[in-house]
């Protein structure tokens, strides 16, 4: 793979709204691991907070973040973030995202949990995959972006793999690029950059249930982990309260909170609503609260799901503003303007990630993280309800203000080691590694999931151990494919996330333990 300016690791909101801006300062390769527009960002339904007209302010904004933050949120990213966000949307609509208007011409804004306002931009239900096409379009178009589909980083370049130590205590650790592997020539090639940017989004798969497509590993996470990068917050792992409850499925459908902002209400079996039991806000509370108040209501009454009643809404609130969501529940037979829609709460988000500072930078040098892979302090505990594409926009706009400034005078480095592959042989019982990847699931969501205990982490990090055994002596002596090297990614971002849930010794937003509980 020839030498670029940048080398950018993802093809959702944030690697392509970095790309878009970088762009103008060098020229920028894209690597995606599937086809460019399977990602998260995608499936986004809510769509973007931001505070657009009176009486919402920013401050009304910072207050409900730090609110569903459980105040652990950097308040000085909160302020960055929240005080730019109008000119990171101007971005999107230039590029030519459609949000939609009312009919007086002003944005049509929804509202999520934890909202004290009306201030989600969306299109339709399907925001994120507006937003995915546009840029898309954009990207795929400009002289200066070039985008590589079906390309998966297998890992970071770094003085390691010139021969040099480093350690997790070293301070003067550099990125260089990344080993890159084609699935076609099964080749493992090295692709040497000024800077990198990690944009690998979410890490959803590592639980059994998720809302997140099958791309999203902790790829970038379990990277800059073996590079000896900070990684921060792993334990603050988002379930949504309402997915589709259609255990035959993965990814988890989601059934966006924005229907509970337009009044939809959550019920037990009996068709009582129950949330005030649980918080004044009732079905519209932050997700920690719902997502743990449904598990205590499966448990209470012994069924896998509760409902969410939406029919109410009547029909034209559907066709108009959730066509998607009424289609696909008509296709697994529920019509939810009669019917109750069956939900289960699904892992959805990590708040935590590869540590980076206001510019984006990590704390190995030349290398960006991005989007949902990078903890840039605005979530805390638990992540306000559509604030995630807009952090993607404010921190790759910023990384890329802060590169432009330093793309001239960093050179390629010389003398990468080429990969070895020596002594791998083709590993013919890809059986072990599709029953690896379901006992993780197994484990991280029986034992790591939203109520979690002492025992049930230490059970869950021996059981583990195990796992990182059999898969690295698997690794070490097969020759390379994409799902061994997804394993290995989901065992490392496992490890991570127990590590630091066993660390925090008490109940805070979406870490909650039977053994701290008076501390929520
Ligand atoms: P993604 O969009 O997930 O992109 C990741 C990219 O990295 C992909 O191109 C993937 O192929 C690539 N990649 C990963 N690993 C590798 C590798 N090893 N090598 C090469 N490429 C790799 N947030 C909101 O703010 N509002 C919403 O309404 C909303 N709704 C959501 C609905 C759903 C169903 C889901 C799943 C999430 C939702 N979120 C929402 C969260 C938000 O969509 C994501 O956090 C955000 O889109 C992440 O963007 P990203 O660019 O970081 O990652
Ligand atoms: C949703 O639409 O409910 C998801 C919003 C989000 O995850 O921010």
């Not at 869950?460 to 690794?475: G, V």
Request: charge should be neutral; proline fraction near 3%; hydrophobic fraction near 35%.
């Amino acid at each position: 793979m020839a030498e670029t300016d940048f080398l950018v690791i993802g093809s959702g909101i944030a690697g392509l709204s970095f790309a878009l801006k970088a762009c103008q300062y060098g020229k920028v390769y894209i690597i995606t691991k599937s086809v460019a527009d399977e990602t998260s960002t995608r499936y986004a339904q809510g769509g973007i907070a931001t505070v657009m007209y009176e009486p919402d302010t920013f401050e009304k904004h910072i207050k409900d973040t730090m609110t569903a933050g459980c105040e652990l949120s950097d308040p000085n990213i909160v302020r960055i973030t929240i005080y730019e966000s109008q000119d990171r949307v101007k971005d999107l609509v230039q590029w030519g995202v459609d949000f939609d208007k009312t009919n007086t011409g002003k944005y049509d804004l929804g509202k999520e949990g934890g909202h004290s306002e009306f201030r989600v931009l969306h299109h339709k239900d399907t925001t994120g995959l507006e937003i995915q096409q546009k840029l898309y379009q954009q990207a795929k178009t400009h002289p200066q972006i070039k985008i590589l589909e079906n390309y998966f980083a297998v890992e970071l370049l770094t003085q390691h793999h010139l021969g040099k130590e480093v350690t997790k205590h070293s301070t003067d650790i550099e990125c260089y690029g990344a080993y890159v592997y084609n699935p076609r020539t099964k080749l493992v090639e090295i692709a040497l950059a000024k800077c990198v940017v990690v944009a690998t989004g979410g890490i959803g798969n590592v639980y059994g249930n998720t809302t997140n497509p099958s791309i999203a590993t902790g790829d970038g996470v379990a990277m800059v982990h073996r590079a000896k990068g900070a990684i921060r917050g792993m334990e603050f792992v988002q379930f949504h309260p309402t997915a589709l409850y259609h255990p035959t499925e993965r990814p988890a459908f989601l059934i966006t909170e924005a229907l509970r902002g337009a009044g939809a209400i959550l019920k037990d079996w009996h068709g009582n609503e129950f949330m005030h039991k649980y918080d004044p806000r009732g079905s519209l509370a932050p997700r920690d609260i719902v997502s743990r108040a449904i598990d205590n209501e499966m448990k209470i009454s012994g069924e896998d799901h509760v409902y969410l009643d939406a029919r109410h809404l009547g029909q034209d609130v559907f066709f108009t503003h959730f066509p998607n969501i009424y289609s696909k529940c008509l296709s697994v037979g529920i019509d939810a303007v009669k019917d109750m829609i069956p939900v289960v709460p699904a892992a959805h988000y990590s708040c935590g990630g590869i540590t980076v500072d206001e510019w984006g930078r990590t704390t190995i040098a030349n290398l960006y993280a991005l989007g949902e892979c990078a903890s840039t302090g605005l979530h805390g505990a638990n992540r306000l309800a559509s604030n995630s594409l807009l952090e993607s926009l404010v921190f790759s706009h910023r990384a890329c203000e802060d590169a432009r400034q330093k793309i001239n005078s960093i050179h390629f480095v010389q003398g990468i080691k080429p990969w070895n592959a020596e002594g791998t042989v083709s590993n013919e019982e890809m059986i072990l590694v599709t029953q690896s990847i379901r006992e993780l699931q197994s484990i991280m969501s029986n034992y790591v999931g939203i109520v979690r205990s002492n025992l049930r982490l230490q059970r869950a990090f021996d059981r583990l151990n195990i796992i990182y055994r059999e898969t690295e002596m698997l690794y070490q002596r097969s020759t390379l494919t994409i799902r061994i090297c997804e394993l290995r990614n989901m065992v490392a971002t496992a490890y991570l996330i127990i590590r630091e849930a066993m660390k925090r010794k008490e109940s805070l937003g979406l870490h909650y333990s039977i053994d701290y509980p008076s501390k929520n």
